[in-house]
C-alpha cells in the first residue's frame, strides 16, 4: 500500500506541475507557436491530456472524457507511427503501446510472438488457442478473479491468429466491421483475446453480468475493452464486448481513468 500512496503521490504533483505548464502556456499566441514546432505541439498534447486528467481524476468509470481526449489529440501531427510508439510525447510519463488497427499495420520488424498454448493454464474453448507468453499470467489471474467475483464460466475463445488466419477471416467475413485485413488484426500480435461465457445469465457478453464486470475490472490486469460502444468512429470497428487486448497494467488504468481508446492514448484518433 505505501509503494501505491507514493506512486499516487507523484502522480498528483506530477498533474499539479503540468497543470503549472498548461496555465503559463495559455496564451494564444504560443498556441499558434506549438502548431508550428513539433516539440511543442508535444508539450500542448501533454497539457491537453491533463485537462482531461484532472476532468476525470480517479473516477475509474469514464466515458464522459471523450471530447476533452478527442481535443488533445487532434492536432497531433506525429504520435501513433506503425509502432505506435508515443511514450516519450507526454514527459516521458506515459508508456509506449504497439497500435495496429485499420491503419496502422503490424510492423514488419516485429517478428513472431513468443506464443503459449493456453491449455492447462486457463479455461479455454479448445487446444491450439494460443496467446503472447506475457500474458498469461495477467489472463490467469483475471479469470480467476472473475471467478471468484461469481462469473467461473469466463473462458478464452479465440487467441493469436497468424497472418493466413486472419486472411481467411477476412475473406469469409459477412460483415467486416468486426473483421480487420490481414496485418491489421490485433489477433496477429497474441496480445488480444476473445472471451466469451459459457453461463451466460443474459444473451452475449454485451449484455450479461459477466462482461460488465471485464469491462470494468479488465484494466487492473493490463488489459482493455478494446472496441467500446460509442467509439465506433475512433476505433474503425463495431462494439465488441469480447475483444480484450493486453497493453500492461499502467497503459490499461490510464485508458480505464480517461476513457481513452488505444487510438485515443496513441494520439491516432
Ligand atoms: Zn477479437
Redesign the pocket.
Known sequence: MTALTLTEALRRRRRRRRLLVRTLLAGAVLAVVAVAVPGLVRLADAVGTMTADATTDDAADAGATDEAADATTTDDPGAGGAGGAQGDAAGGSRPSVLLVNADHALPDDLGAPDLVDLVGTVPVSGSGVQVAAELVEPLRQMLGAAADAGYPGLYVN?GYRSAEDQRELWDTAEDRSLVQPPGHS??QTGL???LADLEPDGASLADSSSGRWLADNAWRYGFIL?YPAGKEEVTGIAY?A??FRYVGPEVAEICQREGLTLEEYAGAA
Open positions: 479465440s490485433e489477433h488480444a483475446v476473445d478494446r465488441e469480447w475483444h
